[in-house]
């Protein structure tokens, strides 16, 4: 099995600056892509952003330009510095990671969540 493990929300003012982790921890052989989604209340969850294992990247419209996704092979762990916070952007944040285990089986695991409020 695997876990994620995210970190680094919480409450920032309109303008601010935000950077979230997440660490992927368990019986792991390979992690490919990686990713951040969001859901704010009454919404779907949405893409904000994902990686590969080489570092390609793609980001929703909504964040290009605010937000830069980078990740550690090493350290099994995938990071989302968020700039100039709106108000539209405060939602529960989630890491999902596409995870190979030693034991050969392949899924796809979330994390428990981050809260981001975008709020003066």
């Known amino acids: 099995q695997a876990q994620l493990v995210e970190s680094g929300g919480g409450l920032v003012q309109p303008g601010g600056s935000l950077r979230l982790s997440c660490q992927a921890s368990?019986?792991?052989?390979?992690?490919?892509?990686m990713g951040w989604y969001r859901q704010a209340p009454g919404e779907q969850r949405e893409l904000v952003a994902r990686?590969?294992?080489?570092?390609?990247?793609n980001y929703a419209d909504s964040v290009k330009g605010r937000f830069t996704i980078s990740r550690d092979n090493g350290k099994k762990a995938v990071y989302l510095q968020m700039n100039t916070l709106r108000p539209e952007d405060t939602a529960v944040y989630y890491c999902?990671?596409?995870?190979?285990?030693?034991?050969?089986?392949?899924?796809?695991?979330w994390g428990q969540g981050t809260q981001v409020t975008v709020s003066s």
């Open positions: 990686i590969s294992s080489r570092g390609s990247t």
């Open positions: 999902n990671a596409d995870i190979l285990l030693r034991s050969f089986v392949r899924n796809s695991y």
């Open positions: 368990g019986s792991i052989a390979s992690i490919n892509d």
